[in-house]
């Protein structure tokens, strides 16, 4: 006869530890938009992706994903001291007129069709500094939850090249990575995949998705210009990028690349179609897929052709992935090295990784004088930093 074993029944589906991935879902689908949209035009770009995230919705999907600056255009020109200065002017206000900001209308517009599709959206856009002293605009990608909040914005913390004479650079405030009920979702925008130390602080807050957008499929290292569209993708930066991306976090990555339509640029445009100054936009050629959390394409890349892309990512990839390659866990050599990120809104600095395990033990002396001179518990105030 066998002994009994003195063990509590094994009830997998009320464990709290199963919303450690994907929130605890067995499967979530995801979906990038990849289609074109009028160019500098906010009203007719918030129209169509009202659309394709309901449409997005309709098929199953629950986070959607827009390209970089989708919302509405990219800097395609290449302005100097020798740009001619009409056009130049004409082409910064409609540039200016295009981009968007958190709290007005325009973000209402796009919080409305996440609640009614009830999904998470992250688009990427050109957004105005809400701050009143500000015109500033930053490249940009912001986070709508089902319930249409809008949950979180990240920011280029580097604009790539002549991208800096457009715009502001991120701060601490978006080295970070939302949780929801789907999953962590982090977010990096195109030539940031190549800040290592940048990577590694988001794949340290455990992410599960990893929104990465790009403003086309280019290749940087052939062709008459700098950047040259890569139809084939055999040299586009993007593809080893987010695919080594997927590999060292574990999370499944949504490549997302812009796909425009010269047809939607405007023949009025100042500088545009035919201008020396305005001639790279053909690089916008699409190319979105999805990596799994070994860097496997889940989906082929969507090349010179507007869609809608889906993959089903289930969570038994991330948690097989983790047993064999846990990043930052049992794979990682803390005693060897160690990455420092910049506190938000505050001076000094924090150990990559959720700031609970960050408290630094030399400091506990000072915090227990501290507690006793203002006559409060100090296990409280080590209570309310691990909340925190």
Known sequence: MSPVLNTPPRIVSRQTNRKRILGGNDSVKIAIVQKSHPYLDRDGTLEIAC????????????LVVFPENWLAGYP??????????????????????AAIMAGTEDTERLGAAALKAGVYVAIGCNEMDPRVESDQIYSSVMLFEPSGKHIGTHRKTMPTFQEKMFWGM??????????TD??????????EHS???????????????????????FHLNKGPTLVEDDQDQSNFIGVPLSRSHA??????????????????IPDDQPLTKGDPDFRNFNHSNGGSTVFNPMGMAMTEPLINAPGIIYADCPAWMRKTRAAI??????????????????????GGWRIAGPERQQLDTRNLDALHAAAEINDVDPELILAQIELE
């Open 51 to 62: 659309e394709a995230i309901l449409e997005a919705g309709q098929n199953g999907a629950q």
């Open 76 to 97: 395609y020109w290449s302005p100097g001291w020798n740009t001619d200065g009409a056009r130049f002017r004409q082409a910064y206000a409609d540039w200016h007129d």
């Open 170 to 179: 991120g701060d601490a405030n978006d080295l970070k990575v939302f949780p």
């Open 182 to 191: 789907i999953g962590n979702i982090g977010i990096l925008i195109c030539g």
């Open 195 to 217: 800040m290592t130390p940048l990577r590694a602080a988001l794949i340290a807050q455990r992410e599960d998705f990893h929104v990465s957008v790009w403003h086309g499929s």
């Open 247 to 264: 590999i060292e976090s574990g999370a499944f990555v949504a490549m997302a690349c812009t796909y425009l339509d010269p047809a939607d």
């Open 325 to 346: 390659l846990d990043t930052f866990g049992h794979y990682a050599r803390p005693d060897l090295v160690q990455v420092l990120v910049r506190k938000p809104g505050m």
